[in-house]
C-alpha cells in the first residue's frame, strides 16, 4: 500500500490548514467528511464493466444483497478489512543508516511489537554474538492486530498490559482519551473495543467500504488431471492397496486422482434440483459489475468530537492529533489488489464533501498529504511527552514487549462477568 509523497520542501503546517481544522473542529462545524471514490476493474471493457472476485464466506458464498427493485449489491472489501488495511500504512518498513524512519508515517505513531516467540532456524548460519543459535523471531505490530490494544496478545503481554488497561479505564471512567492517544492512537481512528477489560467500547473515526452495484454471478469449473494414468499398472495397483489401509489417506488427498471442481464443498446445498445442476451449488467464479464500484470513505466529526483530555488543553491536542491521522489514512492511496481475481484501480478524480448538521453537502479542498503529515508531527508531538512512565527503560521508550503463555492461559481460565450468577460455576 502507499500513500500520496510527502511535500518535504513545507515541514510546517500552513495557516490555511490549521484554520481548516480549526472550522472541522469547531462545535458547530459538520458532522463528517465524506468521500465517494470510483473503482474500476483493471481488466474492465470500454462500459467499465468487469468481473472480479469478492471475498467469500462460510455457508453463504458472497455477501450479496437484492433490493426491492431486483438490484443486487454485493461486498467487495468490508469495513473492518479496509481498516485492517489502512491501519499499516503507520507501521515501520525499517530505518536508513541515519536512524530515520523509511515511512514518514511511521514516526507518527508508536511502533510497539509484541514477540510471540523465537524459533530456532534449521540450517541457518549462526551470527557472531548469538551462542551458535541462529533464531527467527516472530513478532507482531500493534498495528497489525485484529482488535488493536485491546487485542489478547496485548492482554497477555506483562510489561504492557498494565498501563494499556489504565489507558481504558481513564477513558471509561474520566471520558479521559489522552492516554490510549499517546500509547495507541489509531485503536481511536479505527475503533476499538476493550471487550474483555474495561468494556469500554469507541467507534471508528475512518469508515470506509467497498461496494459493486448491480452484479450477475458467475460460476466455475475446473478439472484436475493427475499422472495416474500415466503411471505403470504395477505402480497403481500397489497405491490402490495402500490407499485401503486403516489411517491412510485417498489418492484424491495427496494429488494422485483426477478431481473435477464444479460444485462447492457443501452439504447443506442439494447440487441437482430437478435433475438440473443447482447453481446455488456450483463453484463461484465471481461477479459481473454492470453498475458502479463504489468505495464510500467517512470521517466521522461528531464521534471525534466526543473525545476529551484531562482538561481543555488536552482536549484540543486530542482532537488535532486523531483528525490529522484519520485524514491521513482517510486520503491514502490503497493498493487495491485486494485478493486474487479482484485488481481494481482508482477511476477519476477524489470529490471530497463536507456534511452539515442541516442543508446539502459542500465540496472541499483536504489540504494536500504533505501538509497532513506536518500538521500531525506537530500534533503528535505533546503525546511523546506523555508516554507513560511504566513503558520506560532508563528513560527511553520501550516499544517491545513479550507475550507470556501463562498470562494468556489466565485469560482462558476467568470466569465471564457478563453470564448469569448461576451459570459462572
Known amino acids: 500500500m502507499t500513500t500520496q509523497a510527502a511535500e518535504t520542501s513545507n515541514p510546517s ?148 498490559t498494565g498501563e494499556v488497561a489504565k489507558a481504558f479505564e481513564a477513558l471509561r471512567s474520566k471520558g479521559n482519551a489522552t492516554p490510549l492517544c499517546a500509547i495507541a492512537p489509531t485503536s481511536l481512528v479505527f475503533g476499538v473495543w476493550d471487550s474483555r477489560g474495561s468494556g469500554e467500547k469507541r467507534p471508528r473515526l475512518v469508515r470506509s467500504i467497498i461496494r459493486a452495484w448491480d452484479v450477475e454471478v458467475l460460476h466455475s469449473a475446473a478439472q484436475f488431471n493427475s499422472v495416474w494414468k500415466a503411471l505403470s499398472p504395477e505402480d497403481r495397483d500397489a497405491l490402490k492397496v495402500e490407499e485401503k489401509k486403516k489411517g491412510k489417506l485417498e489418492r484424491s488427498a495427496v494429488g494422485l486422482a483426477d478431481a473435477p471442481a464444479t ?28 453498475g458502479p464500484i463504489e468505495r464510500d470513505v467517512t470521517v466521522n466529526l461528531v464521534a471525534l468530537r466526543g473525545l476529551r483530555g484531562k482538561d481543555a488543553t488536552e482536549t484540543q491536542q486530542v482532537q488535532k492529533y486523531l483528525l490529522s491521522l484519520a485524514l491521513i489514512a482517510a486520503t491514502a492511496d490503497l493498493e487495491l489488489f485486494l485478493r486474487e481475481g479482484c485488481l481494481l484501480r482508482y477511476a477519476g478524480d477524489d470529490a471530497w464533501t463536507a456534511v452539515p448538521r442541516r442543508g446539502e453537502p459542500t465540496k472541499v479542498s483536504l489540504p494536500k498529504q504533505g501538509q497532513l503529515v506536518a500538521y500531525a508531527t506537530a500534533a503528535s508531538a505533546p503525546f511523546k511527552e506523555k508516554w507513560p512512565e511504566g513503558l520506560k527503560k532508563e528513560g527511553e521508550p520501550v516499544l517491545e514487549h513479550e507475550f507470556n503463555l501463562a498470562e494468556a492461559k489466565k485469560l482462558l481460565a476467568k470466569k465471564d462477568d457478563t453470564a448469569p450468577a448461576d451459570a459462572q460455576g
Open 13 to 160: 503546517p500552513s495557516e490555511e490548514t490549521s484554520k481548516l481544522f480549526g472550522t472541522w473542529l469547531a462545535a458547530n462545524g459538520p458532522v463528517a467528511l465524506r468521500l465517494r471514490q470510483r473503482l474500476l476493474p483493471v481488466e474492465a471493457d470500454e462500459n467499465g464493466r468487469g468481473v472480479i472476485f469478492p471475498p467469500t464466506y462460510a455457508d453463504i458464498g458472497y455477501n450479496i444483497d437484492t433490493l426491492a427493485d431486483g438490484t443486487r449489491v454485493a461486498t467487495i472489501d468490508t469495513v473492518g478489512s479496509q481498516a485492517n488495511r489502512l491501519e499499516p500504512i503507520f507501521k515501520s518498513t525499517g530505518k536508513n543508516e541515519k536512524g530515520e524512519e523509511l515511512n514518514s508515517l511511521a514516526s507518527l505513531v508508536p511502533q510497539i511489537e509484541i514477540v510471540l516467540h523465537g524459533t530456532a532456524v534449521k540450517g541457518a548460519v549462526p551470527q557472531d554474538g548469538d551462542g551458535g543459535a541462529s533464531q527467527h523471531v516472530e513478532k507482531r505490530s500493534i498495528l497489525d492486530l485484529a482488535h488493536r490494544s485491546a487485542d489478547a496478545v496485548v492482554r497477555a503481554s506483562p510489561t504492557l
Open 263 to 290: 460444485f462447492r464443498k457443501t452439504d447443506k446445498i442439494p447440487q441437482f434440483v430437478g435433475g438440473s445442476p443447482n447453481p446455488e451449488a456450483r463453484v463461484l467464479g465471481g461477479v459481473l459489475a454492470k
